[in-house]
């Protein structure tokens, strides 16, 4: 059983940084994975997702320049290093990843396994 647990998220002011992280059991970091988050009252959203043994990276536009997406195959955990956080980054923060598949995808419904998310919020 893949197991996702999600850690690092808090309250910072406007401009603050973060780093969350996700610890995956029983998986093969070597596939698509991603961050994803939702705030109350909107869709889940894609911020950054990760493939090719973590050499392939890509962010939603809102986030490009201050999120960064890695992985550390030897702690078997994913990263989201957050910078110039704005009030409008606030939400749950999820990783979650794929089944084995040859391509990688932004759309939530495509990853099997997600984590129980981590709150972020930015206040101004």
């Known amino acids: 059983q893949v197991q996702l647990v999600e850690a690092g998220g808090g309250s910072v002011q406007d401009g603050g940084s973060l780093r969350l992280s996700c610890v995956v059991s029983?998986?093969?970091?070597?596939?698509?994975m991603g961050w994803f988050r939702q705030a109350p009252g909107k869709e889940r959203e894609g911020v950054a997702i990760?493939?090719?043994?973590?050499?392939?990276?890509d962010y939603a536009d809102s986030v490009k320049g201050r999120f960064t997406i890695s992985q550390d195959n030897s702690k078997n955990t994913l990263y989201l290093e957050m910078n110039s956080l704005k009030p409008e980054d606030t939400a749950m923060y999820y990783c979650?990843?794929?089944?084995?598949?040859?391509?990688?995808?932004?759309?939530?419904?495509?990853?099997?396994?997600w984590g129980q998310g981590t709150q972020v919020t930015v206040s101004s």
């Open positions: 979650a990843a794929r089944r084995p598949s040859v391509y990688c995808t932004w759309s939530a419904a495509e990853y099997s396994y």
């Open positions: 029983t998986y093969n970091l070597n596939r698509c």
């Open positions: 990760i493939y090719n043994g973590g050499a392939s990276t």
